[in-house]
Every structure is written in C-alpha cells, then in structure tokens.
C-alpha cells in the first residue's frame, strides 16, 4: 500500500511532540517534512522543539521550516506556558537541537512539495501557515489532499469558554481556512477530550525505548495542567489524533457540517459554530469528528511508540 | 406555608401558556401578574394569547399587561410560526380573550408591583421587559428576590448553532438583565432539553378537563417542530420548567457561574457564555441550572394541569 | 405666533446651562419640562445643576424629572469632567438648588405630556431617555413634532477621533432615536464648531445681569478645555445651538440624509456616519445640519441671555 | 543624486496607470519592480493593465509580477467597474500586453529584491500583498524605507461614508501594515481631492505624444464617475500623488499621527480612524498628509508625463 505523504504543521508542545513520533513511528505515512508556527511557545522555541523531538526518533532527514511567528491579523502575544511550560515542551531533558531548521519558509516549503504531488496538511497549531499558504497560492489548493485540521470544538472551548486554543489564536487563519475550496476536517476537543491518555499507560510506556520514556516525561509534566482544570491526570492528546486519523480514519467518525469561525471580538472570538442540527441554510465545509473510539486510537498510538528504538 | 409572588413576564407560546397553568395550578405561586413582550409572535397575539390561557383556567383576575413590541436596539422582526403556528398558539380551539389588557405598560406594572413587596420575576420570552425595568427603574432591583430566565444554553442552541431563542431575539436587553445586580437564575436548553414532555403523558391529559385537553391539543401542534428537527416527538415544556424551578428548587441543581452575553453581530450573537470551567477570571453573575430531575418535573407539570378544573 | 411647546433633555453641563438659559429667555418657546440624563456628570449633579440654572432664571414652575443614570446597554461609567469640572458646572458660583426633582421618571414626565398634546424634544445629551420613551411608548412617536438632537458629526469627533460625545456615551440608544419614525434633526460638531463664543462676546455679558454674569463665569471655566485641545479661548455653545434651531430654524441649513450610528467596540464606535456623497442606498433618516449662520446665532444667545433679569 | 528604488503594488485602474507613467517618467525614481493586486478590476485585468501601461512607455525591462487575488480575510468580491470600467481601464484603445508576468509571486519577487537592499514601497491598490509580505518576512521590515499608501481618509469616504477604497477592500490587510514597525505614510482623500486634473490639463498632454495621449483617454472615461458623484468633470489622481510625494517629498504636507484602522463589520468598516486632535492616548504610527500644493503636482504630473516619448 502507498504511503500518504504528508506535512505536519505544529508547534510543539506537548501533544504536538506526540503526535511526531506517532506519525514518524508509522508505515502508512510520509512525512514529507515538518513545518512550525508560532502558538504553544514562540517560532524559536517550537522550531527548536520540533527538531528536537525529530532527533529523539532519529528522523535526520525529514526538512523542518519555520513559517509565522505571529497571527495573521491580530498579534495575541500568548503563549500556552501555563499548559506546556516555559521551553514549550518542559518536562522531559531533551539535549539542542541538531540542526537549524531550512532556509525556507514553511509557506514556500509548503508550496514547494505540493507542485511535486498531492499532499495531505496536518495542521495540529494556529492555521496562519496554511492561511498564508492559501492566500499566495491558491491554485495548489487543488493539490491538497486533505486539511486535518487539530482544532476547534462543538462543545466548550479550553482557553475560553467559547474556543479552543489553535482556532482562538488566530481566528482570522482559521477562517481563511475553513471558507477554502480545501476539504477540510476539523478533529476538536469534542473526540480529543474523549480519547484520554491516563498515566498508566503513559508510564508504561517507559520502559519500551527513548521515545516511550520521553512521552512518559512529557506526560507527567503535562497531566498536572489537565488535574488542575479537569480533575483528573488522564490528558487528551489533541494532535496525535488528527495523525491517527489520517493513519486509520477508522477511528473517527465524521459528519459534513457548516463550521463557521467567529472573528468577532466578543466573547465568543475563536469559537467554532458548528451547525450540527442545521439550524442555518449554511452549506458543510467541513468533515467534522463527532465520535471517536478511544481505545483503538490510545492503543495505536501506544504501540506505534512503543516500537520506536 | 407563605406563596411566593411572582410576575411572569411570557410570549405565548406553547411552552409559555403550560407555564401560565403550572402556575395557576400550583398552591406554592401568588400570580401577581402577567406581562407580555414580542417574541414567539407579535405583542399583540401574545397578549391575546396570554389573556386566552388566563380565561381557560378561570383566572379572570390577575392583572395582564402589554410590553415592549420589539427588540430594545436591532429590530429582529423575526417570530417563530414555524414553531408556534401562526397565532403564536396553534393547536387548540380557544375562545377569544374575555378581557383587554390594562391600560399600563408591563414595565411600570412590574414597577407598581415591586414598590409593594419583593417579587420574584419569571421571563420566558425575550428579555426586553426586564431590561427595562432596570434601565428606568433601578432602585426597584433590591425588591427583586430573584429573576428566573427561561433563555439561553451551555451547550448548542436552538434558533443558531449558537443561541437560543428567547436571548437571541434581545441579547442587548439580556446584557443588561445578567449583568445587574439581581440574583439572575438561567434554565437554558442544557436541562430543557432533558425534560421532555412525551405524546403519551400529554395525551394523557385530554380527560382530566378543560385545561388537560388544552395542553394536549398544545403539545399535538408543538410536537411537529420537534419532530422535524431533532427527530423524536417528545418536547421540551422550557417555559414550565422555570415556573417549576420557583415552584420546588429541588427540581433542577444550579452552579454559580460567569454568564456572558454575545451582542456582537458575529456568528454567536445572542448566545449565553457560560464559563462553566471557569477559564476566565470573570466573577459568577448567574445561578446556572445544569442539571435536572426530569420524572418529578414531568410529574409535577402533568398533575398539576391535571388538577386544573 | 402660537409657543412651540419644546422639553429639553439635558445634562448640565456649561453649554447645557447656556442652553436652558436662551430657551427661558425666548418667547418663541414654552418649556414644558426639564429632564435630566446621566452624561457630563452623574445624574444626581446634573438634575441638580438643572434646577439651579432654572433658579438663575427664576423659572421655579418649570417640572424637573431626572431620567437614566448610565446607558441603555452598554456602561460607559464616564463623566465629562476633564470639560465640565466635579461639579459638571464649575466656574459660576452657584446656590443649592432651590428644590426637589418631580416624583417621577423623566421618561414617563415626557409621555405624560406628550399625550396631551405635539411636543418637540430638544435631547441635548446622551440620548438615553429619548430610546427608552420611544421602546416603552412607541405609539407616541406620533406626537413628537421634532427631536432636535445636539449631537454627532459628519467630521472628525471629539471624544474619540470618530465620536461626538452624547452618541458615544449611548450609541445604542442613539440608534434606535435615528431608526425610529420621528423627525430628527442632527447639530452636530460640523456646525457647533463653526458658531463659537468668543471671550469677548461672554464677558460682555457680564454686565447684564445674573444670568449674564453666570454665562460669563461658565465660559471662563468652559474655554480652558478649548484652549488646551484646540488652541484658542473660543468655544462652542453645542447645545444652545439646538435650542436656537427651535426658535428661528433659518440659523441652520439642514439636509435630508441617511445617519447610521457605529454600534461596534472598534475604533469608530458611537460614529455618526453620514451618507452626505449619497455612497450608500440608505434613505434619509435625518435632517443634519450643514451650514450655519454663526453671527445670527451668537446674536441671539447673548442678546436673549442679556435680556434675563 | 542617487535615484530612489521602488516597487510599486498597483491595480490599474486609472490613476494607477498615471502613477505608472509619472514613476517612469521621473529620473529622481529606480522603478525596481510592478507588482499587482485584485482591487479595481480582478488580479488577471490589473495585471494585463500594469504590462499594457509599461508597453505605453516603453519598458519592457521592469518586472511585473501578480500577487493576491482576493483580500486576506473576507472576500470582498467586488470591483471598481462602476468608476474604471469592465476592463479596469476603460478609455484608451490600448494593445494586449507584451509579455506575460514573472513566474514568482509578486510577494516573493518583494522579497527577493528587499533582501539586496532598502526600497521603498508604494502600494496604490487594496494592502494584501503588503501585509503578506510582512506576515512572511517580518525580518524584511528593517529594509523597507518607506511604505507611501495611497489609501484612506481623515474625513469622508468614497467607497462607504466610512471608507476609501484601497483600505475598505482589505482592512485587515491594512491593519498589518499601520501596525508593522514599517514606516509608513498615508496619502488619503484628504489631499487627492485637492489636487485635481482638470479636462482642460488633461486634454492638453493630448499632444504630447503616445503616453499623453493615453493619459488624455484615461482622463476623458475616468472624469465621467466624478462628474456623476461629486458634479464638476476635474477628476483626482489618487495614486500619481504617492508617487509624487517620493519624487519630491515637499508637495505634501505630513503630520505623524495615530492611524487605526477599523476592522469590525459596522458602518465605518475599512474607516482608516485619524486621531488628528489627539484625543487617544495612541502613539503616532503614521505621517499622514495633511495638505497639498496641488499645483506644483499637477504641474509635475503633466510635465512628466509630457516628457514621455
Ligand atoms: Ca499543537
Ligand atoms: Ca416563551
Ligand atoms: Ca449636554
Ligand atoms: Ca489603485
């Protein structure tokens, strides 16, 4: 069976880290390369991050490209230090990175990889690069695959009450996103807050290879957010399961529904209004996860790791 | 036992007149009055309407009185026939009202009363009458024991993705009733939508009498839009529950909670902001109903109408 | 000539008080009422500043009734006093006033008489009482032959770059005053700002009298603001303009033209956005002032306030 | 005297093709590259436009390359055909262009050429590619001399009451570039409608040669919107005065000022907020033009494009 080549757009972070060595630990993906945008840390932590997590897997060869250091239109100035802590990725003593990232664009890498070939976007932090992408070349936008999109949410957000964090960053992107001929699905906290990683399993893992003992670190350092918030020390791990779905979409099921971004600067700014009982005459742009089968995807993930050297 | 006084401020409706005869039915409710405001129809078929519910239990003596006819600043110009029928009240065969309204707007109604003794308000319709109150009369608050909403969700909403309806028609006038300081309690969709009334309980109603059979026919027409929409005949009885609520607290458990209202023009105008995880630093300005003991709200609501003559 | 029966809303306030003052001096005018409205200073100063200008005058028949204390929606929870001083009148040494506001709210003052026969209201501050009478008693619009509204601008504002301040104090009421079906007439900042008062002109007042002598001290006060903002000691007398519009309405020209109010939080909010190109397909909704015969005016302001006792 | 490199962001249009020709024609200007943005007419047309006015004047060695398509966030869809016709530049009987734009974005071709050395740039069309520049290459911004905006307005709009045309189609964009560290200068309404072309000036290049000629056929299509909207057939040359000013930077007159730019969806959308009287406490971050010698640029822009072979 081919392989799906596809670009992974992150900024690593915790699940973002997790979701790298899940897709490089995997057959039926190509990572193509690894782009970075500025959202759980800054450009220069997350680029360095993405890099470092890349080297944990030995994965030398796969290029890393920095894109946006900031949102499209609206400078935030957040970063999610309370969540991932102060080097973005805190937790377990990863050495520097090994290299510097290209001397390219994540945009232009973007571009450059889809004149080759149709490719499958893995957006799993603020949709600035893939905004940016669409806005300067909208005709390859016939080259994309899919936008699995980690982000979003029917229910209630988790930076407000209204959004999630990804979406909440740069609304504006997302928008850009959502309203593009791209298909385009959105996997939010709905299914990522059901398909929890407890720390059994993530201990567990320790004992299986470098990779299983740096996720085992990094979730004993990002559990105690979700204990104090949620009450309990299972985490979600958002982006993986978008990598987990283009690995097996089995995993998720989804619905074609409207999604429309608020860009309002009201309380609801970076929310997801999703159109589930079809309440508008707005058309579906989106495959959205509604449903997700938690322990095909922790034991997928799990194992993929686990097998790691 | 002393009653407590209520004014119920409603835009019948067939949830609002289930209300208007729980209330009249129940021993524990003083119904001081009944204003009306625009929303599920025009201000003058809901006041007919009001009127006509009043007359089906023999009340002929509580005060009735005319509110705002629109929205405090955006016209909606938006009635919900496709719900309520095109008399705001389909189903039964109801005499024309016995009476006109009085001849004194609800606002100052409501303020005469309040000067009196502490009431407790129940809108479920649209807030613009409250909203009023407040803005002219705002010493009148301290009297006010507790302003029982029937409006707005936690989770989807009804008339958007966003909102529902009774806050979506007036969110300005919302603003203004959560953000004052009256105790303000929401019964939104989150716990009206787990407190259906079945065809067969509603049924079951038509030979207990004149008042039975009005909210079996009710409930026959109501049920439709249900149908379609959410695909079960069942029906929410919203209004009833927030009379219920003043009836026996017991009913439904609230929480202290930030609520925010959306005013903006975006996606999620009208919808209730609920800070349920409390990702904000905004302090609690509401008691949120979250959840509900659905049997004895139904059991009560169908013995009580039962018990009507 | 018969009277013009007007009622000034107003929130002395310096020019406010110049206002009152040239109204009681004119036999062109029957002031029907006072009311008072939350702006220059907090409702309880400006009702009193009210009567106190009542009293410089003698006018102790005139009925005062204080209206809203903050805006309809949105609390701006600001005074002007960096122009008006703690007071909202500083400069003239002015009594206690002489009694009590009517037992009644400004609001239901101005429907009581507007019953009874055609008025013209001449609001000269934020507009807030003016939306709530229309939202209460929408039936008598009819009645209302005019509202002269001092406030707005076509040019630049003055609170904000954008806003004139009585609409950006309430924008949302200064809507639904534009939207509505009375006649409105717009003085704004394009025409007060062209029709100053010159030091000169106000101290020779000085010697006509008290009232005189009281415009003399305000000027002295009002015109630091003027000098420091806009480099010299002439100042406008904005709300004085609007009475002088309803005693000789050939001092202003005035166009019919589409004024739509900027509701938003952004930059522009509390704009009066005036369609004088014809750019949109908005009809008409107001009668703006454009050109103004300065000279006429500042004849008849100090001629009628030296003519005062 | 060394020559000053530009690259001039267009959409011709009518006043963009003059601004063309006055660059071209001025030796005190390196024009470095034309690039081209949707705006007055969709990005194919404008950028066929750029290529056909080069051809007028002869140079074929100036890179043209076409950037965005649609504006950054919300798509407008709509184009200036009702002032620059179905062609964008209706008039002049014109030959198809020469070539074909590079095959680099013109974003990238910015870049390309900001890397070798400092340049200012002068959009005259809708921001888009400017701020995609900024947003791609923040690192770029040091060696960006100066950005000379044809755009906005301190008083009244064109488009909208609110809006110029260039900020209006893309506020967004718009609002990037004001707040880049750029520097930045707006040449908006306030002065292009002080310095107009009259029929008669026009009408007299007629003889000059090819190029005037050209410039006479814009003038005599380009006056009949003006004459329809403002009444006299002298037009404004919007885009030639951006170019004036960085030919001979004493024709204008700049203030540095606090330049917001209003993104909300209300009236006063795309409104480019000045705060000419400081009433903000916002830092300057902008020279604005204020005031204009209109006859030393008409007299520049005739005699230049006079000069044209
Ligand atoms: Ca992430
Ligand atoms: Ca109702
Ligand atoms: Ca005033
Ligand atoms: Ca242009």
């Known amino acids: 069976m081919p392989k799906t080549p596809v670009i992974i757009d992150c900024d690593p972070g915790h699940d973002d880290a997790m979701a790298l060595l899940l897709a490089l630990a995997s057959p039926e993906l190509?990572?193509?390369a690894v782009t970075t945008v500025a959202g759980n840390q800054t450009l220069e932590k997350v680029t360095a991050n993405a890099i470092r997590v890349l080297d944990?897997?030995?994965?030398r060869d796969i290029p890393v490209a920095a894109g946006a250091g900031?949102?499209?239109v609206h400078d935030t100035a957040r970063v999610a230090d309370e969540v991932h802590g102060e080097t973005g990725l805190d937790g377990p003593d990863l050495?520097?990175?090994?290299r510097e990232p290209e001397a390219i664009h994540a945009v232009e890498l973007m571009a450059r990889?889809?004149?080759k070939r149709p490719l499958t976007l893995i957006p799993v932090g603020p949709l600035t690069n893939i905004a940016l992408l669409i806005a300067m070349y909208p005709e390859l936008v016939e080259n994309i695959e899919d936008i699995i999109v980690m982000g979003g949410a029917i229910g209630l957000g988790n930076v407000t009450p209204s959004a999630e964090f990804n979406v909440w960053v740069d609304p504006e992107a997302a928008k850009r996103v959502f309203e593009s001929d791209a298909d385009v699905t959105m996997i939010g906290l709905?299914?990522?807050?059901?398909?929890?990683?407890?720390?059994?399993r993530a201990e567990a893992l320790r004992e299986t290879g470098r990779a299983g003992a740096v996720v085992a670190d990094l979730h004993a350092f990002y559990r105690r957010f979700h204990l104090e918030v949620y009450g309990h020390d299972d985490t979600p791990?958002?982006?993986?399961?978008a990598v987990a779905h283009a690995i097996d979409p089995s995993i998720l099921h989804t619905t074609q529904l409207s999604v429309e971004i608020d860009v309002t600067h009201g309380p609801a700014r970076g929310r997801t209004v999703v159109d589930q009982l079809r309440r508008t005459d707005r058309p579906a742009n989106a495959h959205v996860a509604v449903d997700v089968d938690a322990e095909r995807f922790i034991d997928l993930l799990t194992t993929r790791i686990g097998s790691l050297a």
């Open 30 to 32: 190509e990572v193509v």
């Open 56 to 59: 944990v897997a030995g994965a």
């Open 70 to 72: 900031r949102p499209l």
């Open 95 to 98: 050495p520097p990175p090994s």
């Open 113 to 115: 990889e889809l004149r």
């Open 190 to 200: 709905d299914v990522t807050h059901r398909a929890m990683l407890s720390a059994e």
């Open 237 to 241: 791990v958002h982006d993986a399961l």
